[in-house]
């Protein structure tokens, strides 16, 4: 096998989980897709004699790349129209089986981690989600391994504090959400508000390009009668396809042929908590075309 071999057979290896740290900490499945095509070359052009470990490297590159690209996109997302949601992933069920992936993916989640700074996202992620050691995290930020320690801590915190409660899926979760599909499609406000916690919150993205909500909107009959308004005419139009999204239960929503968007859900008992609706035209146009999530 020629040493080109070699260096492809160990980045593809470890690919996925090289995506899941970069999408991770971007939020942007197209901007890890970058960061990956960044780290390869480097990878490619390494003294790979004096690498003892590839996983360990690779990681490091990436989380390099993705934290140069990250100082760089949150100076343009201060300027974004509207809300700003992660590009969403349809993700396969094994992914919403491991809880504590599942639920660092989560829209919800991700909302959180935009709080952090670069440097806190990408120790906890690499911390929290991936279990890197402490001295590895430390190479791959450039910190030491005592200041790493104090800036997991410090993320820990800041992440418990606003993440919202883990949720497990239930029997009573899957029919909320089928049942949302149905009064969705068939514009029934009294059995939307039904299936509506009393204090649902619904983030909309149209990224300044599609019509969405500026700001969130929270409560079951504020956001009932947005959803139902915002459908409108259209109604007669739109179609849903259930799905995974980001971990966990979602819907591809058509306009007769034209895909809208991907709605994620949050689901706690039997009552539909958050509500993510990713309308942004550049957000949709690489839906499915990426590789699964993986944290291993």
Same mark, same amino acid.
């Given at each position: 096998?020629?040493?080109?071999?070699?260096?492809?057979?160990?980045?593809?290896?470890?690919?996925?989980?090289?995506?899941?740290?970069?999408?991770?900490?971007?939020?942007?499945?197209?901007?890890?897709?970058?960061?990956?095509?960044?780290?390869?070359?480097?990878?490619?052009?390494?003294?790979?004699?004096?690498? @003892?470990? &590839?996983? #360990?490297?690779?990681? !490091?590159? %990436?989380?390099?790349?993705? +934290?140069?690209? $990250?100082?760089? *996109?949150?100076?343009?997302?201060?300027?974004?129209?509207?809300?700003?949601?992660?590009?969403?992933?349809?993700?396969?069920?094994?992914?919403?089986?491991?809880?504590?992936?599942?639920?660092?993916?989560?829209?919800?989640?991700?909302?959180?981690?935009?709080?952090?700074?670069?440097?806190?996202?990408?120790?906890?992620?690499?911390?929290?989600?991936?279990?890197?050691?402490?001295?590895?995290?430390?190479?791959?930020?450039?910190?030491?391994?005592?200041?790493?320690?104090?800036?997991?801590?410090?993320?820990?915190?800041?992440?418990?504090?606003?993440?919202?409660?883990?949720?497990?899926?239930?029997?009573?979760? @899957?029919? &909320?959400? #089928?049942?949302?599909? !149905?009064? %969705?499609?068939?514009?029934? +406000?009294?059995? $939307?508000?039904? *299936?509506?916690?009393?204090?649902?919150?619904?983030?909309?993205?149209?990224?300044?390009?599609?019509?969405?909500?500026?700001?969130?909107?929270?409560?079951?009959?504020?956001?009932?009668?947005?959803?139902?308004?915002?459908?409108?005419?259209?109604?007669?139009?739109?179609?849903?396809?259930?799905?995974?999204?980001?971990?966990?239960?979602?819907?591809?929503?058509?306009?007769?042929?034209?895909?809208?968007?991907?709605?994620?859900l949050r689901v706690e008992g039997a009552r539909i908590t958050g509500l993510y609706y990713v309308r942004a035209p550049e957000k949709l146009a690489r839906l499915g075309a990426t590789g699964p999530l993986r944290a291993r």
């Amino acid at each position: 096998m020629s040493e080109g071999d070699g260096a492809t057979d160990a980045f593809v290896a470890h690919r996925d989980l090289l995506f899941t740290v970069a999408y991770e900490m971007l939020g942007s499945a197209a901007d890890a897709e970058d960061v990956l095509q960044e780290a390869w070359l480097r990878w490619v052009g390494a003294d790979r004699d004096q690498v @003892r470990d &590839a996983r #360990a490297y690779l990681v !490091r590159l %990436v989380t390099r790349q993705a +934290l140069n690209r $990250l100082r760089t *996109v949150q100076r343009r997302r201060e300027s974004y129209v509207g809300q700003w949601l992660p590009e969403p992933m349809l993700t396969t069920p094994d992914v919403a089986e491991d809880a504590e992936l599942a639920e660092s993916v989560s829209m919800a989640v991700m909302l959180v981690l935009e709080t952090l700074t670069p440097t806190e996202r990408a120790v906890f992620v690499l911390r929290e989600v991936f279990d890197v050691g402490y001295d590895e995290i430390a190479d791959a930020v450039g910190r030491t391994p005592d200041a790493v320690r104090q800036i997991a801590h410090r993320a820990r915190g800041h992440v418990e504090a606003r993440r919202p409660r883990r949720v497990v899926p239930t029997a009573e979760a @899957r029919a &909320a959400v #089928a049942s949302f599909r !149905r009064v %969705v499609e068939t514009g029934d +406000l009294q059995a $939307l508000l039904d *299936v509506l916690a009393p204090d649902v919150v619904l983030v909309a993205d149209g990224g300044g390009v599609k019509q969405a909500a500026l700001r969130p909107i929270t409560g079951a009959d504020k956001v009932a009668r947005f959803l139902l308004g915002a459908a409108g005419e259209d109604r007669v139009l739109l179609t849903t396809t259930a799905t995974e999204v980001n971990g966990g239960p979602g819907l591809v929503v058509h306009l007769g042929a034209e895909l809208d968007g991907v709605l994620a859900l949050r689901v706690e008992g039997a009552r539909i908590t958050g509500l993510y609706y990713v309308r942004a035209p550049e957000k949709l146009a690489r839906l499915g075309a990426t590789g699964p999530l993986r944290a291993r």
